[in-house]
């Protein structure tokens, strides 16, 4: 398995998060707030709304989101 993030984009994000329990809360521009409320904690995170997330931007998404590469490549 690959060590390295999917290239995405940031509408497709939105969706993979909705389907791993996420909702929108806001949009403001071109940013959408997102989260995720569970017994073992809140989650929540900012995707901005591009054609191609940087790395370092995804990687930070999933850590805030607690979902590993493996899981987002699954929800994709």
Known sequence: MSRHLPAVSGPKLVRALERAG?????????????????REGNWRTVVPLHRELRPGTLGDILKQSALSKEDLRELL
């Not at 806001?26 to 409320?37: D, I």
Request: net charge positive.
């Open 22 to 38: 996420f909702v929108v809360l806001r949009q403001r521009g071109s940013h959408v707030a997102m989260e995720k409320r569970t």
